[in-house]
């Protein structure tokens, strides 16, 4: 009978703890895929290619992402704006205990984030920022992501504006990590500092998983295949 | 000791409001706050001028009256105490000392350092409670439970409901308030009987009176006089999503 009603606070926090898993286990699945750029251009193009066959598979894959980051989104923002309204006179001396910059910056590191993935998906998945690094082919005359992305991080300024998304992102999941389990029931007084920990760990092995492509190209420890240069 | 006081003043619940200084003379250190409040308001009271009105009743930390934002934090910065039992040996001579009403929509200041809490008095109206038909007093351990359990059911029956959560949350949340007494009653054969009734009545009574929600900074359980732990807030949204679910 509640549910029916407007979604109390507590069914809003299991939405942004439900849907914020969702978009982590994507994070983890996508950084594994681009983990293949270091077994070669072949490696990861053929994940490329597989990925485009998946077909039907992808498009539910696609839709339940969607679904998760709209609703995380806009249960988000109704959050905020109920936070923002339960103190209207703020404190004239303001002090914190224990939290952190992380839990106090979600909603713009959040921001930050959506904004890169809309650039990001410009990028390379609709292929409209950089066209001329982003529609070659390779020798079996397949879209070369390889050689897309080698190009692509040679460019400074791409570089930096990845790396500054992820420092934001990992930031974000530092703290939604342990939260998720808080919202969503799972802690108690044992498993508190456990999952403080493990989110702290794990947003830090993705931080530098992910930092690691742009740099790795970058400094020319990854090159573009032979004969590739524009 | 001497001190400069910043103190939020606020004739009635219409009025402005606004942070006056006073200087507190001749402080002895082992006052308690509240004992250095009063020194002041006496001081005030020769001059002919309206003493600081604040909430307090007990003075040992046991009723929960005391309210006091002290620079910034519920009942000063002292662990685990309420501002009864915080000692001005904790301040230095020249200190200068902010002191201002909890802060929130559900809980409107009332006068000067005074707010109305009687949010709280609502939300455990709604459920936080055990019924049960009159009678006589039952036998002493007639009813086994775990002692893990009435542990923390103890643990949980600490909050004296003085609003420091609400106050320290930056969002203005009363999870640790209600998660307390939703995992005490929850915890103990007596109160398992309504605990699914009980959690949905006192959240939704907690969300209409404008609470905010739990972004888990974690600021109630460090404030908190009782030191009552964010385990609790888990413990009710265990408690919460089951009894959504079964609905
Ligand atoms: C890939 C992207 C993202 C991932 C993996 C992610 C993950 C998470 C996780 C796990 C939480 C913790 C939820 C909880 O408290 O139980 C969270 C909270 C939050 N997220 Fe995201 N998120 C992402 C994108 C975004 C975006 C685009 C926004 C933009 C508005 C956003 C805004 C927030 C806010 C404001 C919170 C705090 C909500 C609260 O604690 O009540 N997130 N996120
Ligand atoms: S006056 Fe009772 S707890 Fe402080």
């Given at each position: ?230 | ?87 001005m040996r904790h301040f230095k001579d020249g200190d200068v000392i902010y002191i201002e009403p ?143 679910a079964k609905q």
């Open positions: 009978m509640t549910c029916v009603q407007k979604p109390s606070s507590i069914v809003k926090k299991a939405v942004m703890g439900l849907t914020g898993l969702v978009l982590f286990g994507f994070i983890v699945g996508h950084l594994i895929g681009n983990l293949l750029i270091y077994a070669g251009p072949e490696a990861l193009n053929g994940y490329a290619l597989t990925l485009r066959h998946l077909g039907e598979l992808l498009w539910v894959a696609r839709i339940v992402l969607l679904a998760a980051v709209g609703a995380h989104i806009l249960t988000a923002m109704s959050l905020v704006r109920e936070n923002r309204r339960a103190r209207p006179t703020p404190y004239q001396f303001q002090d914190t205990i224990q939290t952190t910059y992380a839990a106090r910056t979600m909603a713009v590191s959040g921001l930050v984030v959506l904004a890169y993935i809309i650039y990001h998906l410009l990028h390379f998945t609709f292929r409209v920022t950089n066209p001329h690094l982003s529609h070659l082919t390779d020798a079996n005359g397949h879209h070369d992501v390889y050689r897309m992305v080698v190009f692509s991080f040679q460019n400074p300024w791409i570089c930096a504006s990845y790396i500054f998304a992820l420092t934001l992102l990992c930031m974000h999941l530092n703290h939604g990590l342990a939260s998720a389990a808080q919202s969503l029931g799972a802690n108690n007084q044992k498993w508190e500092p456990r999952f403080k920990k493990a989110g702290c760990i794990i947003s830090l092995i993705i931080y530098l998983g992910y930092i690691s492509i742009p740099i790795a190209i970058y400094t020319g420890i990854i090159k573009a295949v032979p004969g590739g240069h524009l | 000791m001497n001190l400069t006081l910043k103190v939020w003043r606020q004739k009635h619940k219409e009025d402005q409001g606004l942070m006056v200084t006073y200087e507190a003379k001749d402080i002895n250190s082992h006052m308690s706050f509240l004992e250095m409040l009063d020194v002041v308001n006496e001081d005030l009271i020769k001059k002919g001028e309206e003493p600081i009105a604040f909430d307090h009743d007990c003075r040992e930390g046991i009723c929960g009256a005391c309210s006091l934002m002290i620079n910034g934090v519920p009942h000063g910065s002292e662990k685990g105490i309420t501002a009864c039992q915080l000692h909890w802060r929130a929509r559900a809980f409107p200041v009332i006068k000067d350092l005074i707010v109305d809490r009687s949010a709280f008095d609502r939300i455990i109206q709604s459920g936080g409670f055990v019924s049960a038909t009159t009678g006589g007093v039952p036998d002493a351990n007639a009813i086994p439970i775990a002692k893990p359990d009435s542990d923390s059911a103890m643990d949980a029956a600490a909050c004296i409901g003085c609003g420091a959560c609400v106050a320290a949350c930056p969002n203005a949340s009363a999870m640790l308030f209600v998660g307390a007494k939703v995992s005490q009653l929850a915890l103990l054969p007596q109160g398992k009987i309504e605990r699914e009734q009980r959690v949905l009545n006192m959240v939704r009574t907690m969300d209409e009176e404008n609470f905010g929600n739990c972004t888990n900074h974690f600021e109630c359980e460090a404030a908190c006089p009782k030191e009552i732990s964010v385990q609790y807030i888990a413990q009710m949204n265990r408690e919460y999503l089951r009894a959504a």
